[in-house]
């Protein structure tokens, strides 16, 4: 499964993670920037408050119709 285009070393490697997003070929890392502000719905799997628009922040969970 290809990834986006990294914008470093420009191979298809770039993958989401729970943070925003990594190459898993040269390791360059782009972190998002969180644009909520709370402290976000509480996460079942690891159990912070990190839940923004149906999605875990720290652990990377998925969370369907909860936004």
Known sequence: MAGMKCPKCG????FEI????????CGY???????????GKKCFNCGKYQVFDGKCRNCGAIYKGIK
């Open 11 to 14: 191979n298809l490697t770039f």
């Open 18 to 25: 729970p943070t925003g997003r990594k190459c898993s070929k």
């Open 29 to 39: 890392e782009m972190k998002v920037p969180a644009d909520k502000k709370g402290k």
